[in-house]
């Protein structure tokens, strides 16, 4: 092949890269698809424990957070979670809902890398690992890109190299670098679905490290009840993950330890069991009941308590207020919230307004799902979006 035998160059082979060239390959487009790790798809092996989450039959565009929150609508609309589970069924990979709409592999997350492959293989896509890319350069309408010994050229270009999550598996701020140097704006990166860490007064539940209980933990106007897990840096867990794609620093976190309680269950406890302890009354792990109790002050028993004492101490567990003092950062967080800004992009093409040719897909860009699979969902639609368009 010549230096201009490619109609196309998608950088990054992780989910949304894969999706795109396979796509584009199919249509008839000679793809080359280019990382600058040693294999494709780092991300997709390690995701959901090695068995890869890789959609959720409840994606809706109210699920990712975005500067423009309807930017998603129109990717989503053309590629959703059935086609893809079609795709996945039509290679006999077995797999299941696991909770809250969550669907991951029976066997491993290797088959899901192979399946990819094996599209983009269908569209003769030629993929090449192991090198990084050192320049980029665009003129006359042709992208040319510095990839090993020689440049290579095509007059489309897709960036698909993800965010700065996972720093470990490679993960980099490239993408961001890269729109930059073509004039698009970038909505500030910052971690997302990433463990939050307690100082202070809350730094005793530090001391919980490994306690988990099912809670509602709030951000702003953001709630989400699922598992809770105390670390010994602060708060992990589902619900915190979730909630921490939508907490700033400074804001409070609020959980609620007893969110199927009915209003008046203390009172109604201390009248059943007069001489229980609240400790031994709140249906939480011990060592968790234990902490609660002591801080509420509430070490007698429930019978020697006021109605009102017990009425402030629920409304206090419904509404327990801690003040995270950050996160654990990019070497923790699953996505990146923030990226390459929607306002440059078209929603239906994935393509840059400002530069014909200059696509930008998955982590890359601007939209950052919930926890549970919604994530590589945005992968698909918008790797998709952008392959029918190349």
């Not at 798809?41 to 423009?68: E, V």
């Not at 998603?72 to 069924?89: E, G, H, M, N, Q």
């Not at 029976?106 to 990084?132: H, N």
């Amino acid at each position: 092949m010549t230096a201009t035998d490619y109609n196309a160059i998608v950088l990054g082979a992780g989910a949304a890269g894969l999706m795109c060239a396979a796509v584009a390959g199919q249509r008839g487009r000679r793809v080359l698809l280019l990382d600058h790790a040693e294999q494709v798809g780092k991300k997709i092996l390690i995701s959901g424990g090695g068995r890869c989450n890789f959609t959720n039959i409840h994606t809706a565009p109210d699920r990712y957070i975005s500067a423009n929150p309807h930017f998603a609508k129109s990717a989503l609309a053309r590629y959703t979670p059935a086609d893809f589970i079609a795709l996945v069924d039509a290679y006999g990979i077995a797999h299941h809902e696991k909770t809250l709409g969550q669907l991951f592999c029976d066997g491993s997350a290797k088959q899901i890398v192979a399946m990819l492959l094996e599209e983009c293989a269908k569209g003769g896509v030629e993929v090449r690992c192991g090198q990084p890319v050192r320049a980029v350069k665009h003129a006359d309408g042709i992208f040319s890109v510095a990839f090993g010994d020689r440049p290579i050229r095509a007059p489309n270009l897709v960036i698909a190299t993800g965010g700065p999550s996972i720093p470990k598996m490679g993960a980099t701020g490239f993408a961001y670098d890269l729109a930059r140097q073509f004039g698009l704006k970038i909505v500030e990166p910052r971690p997302a679905l990433v463990p939050l860490t307690l100082g202070g007064d809350d730094v005793l539940f530090r001391e919980l490290s490994g306690v988990a209980t099912p809670v509602e933990a709030r951000a702003g106007k953001a709630a989400f009840r699922e598992a809770a897990l105390f670390t010994h840096k602060g708060l992990s867990g589902p619900a915190i993950l979730q909630i921490s794609s939508y907490w700033r620093p400074g804001d409070p976190v609020t959980i609620d330890f007893l969110p199927a309680a009915t209003p008046g269950w203390l009172i109604d406890a201390k009248r059943a069991r007069p001489r229980a302890t609240l400790a031994a009354t709140l249906p939480l792990p011990d060592r968790l009941a234990q902490t609660l109790a002591e801080r509420l002050e509430l070490a007698g028993e429930l019978g020697a308590q006021t109605d009102r004492r017990l009425a402030d101490a629920e409304a206090q567990l419904a509404r327990w207020t801690f003040r995270p003092n950050g996160t654990e950062g990019f070497a923790k967080a699953e996505v990146t919230v923030g990226g390459i800004s929607t306002a440059n992009l078209s929603s239906q093409t994935m393509m840059a307004k400002s530069v014909p040719g200059l696509y930008a897909v998955g982590e890359a860009v601007d939209v950052t799902g919930w926890l549970g699979g919604y994530n590589f969902q945005w992968a698909w639609a918008s790797g998709y979006a952008a392959g029918q368009a190349l």
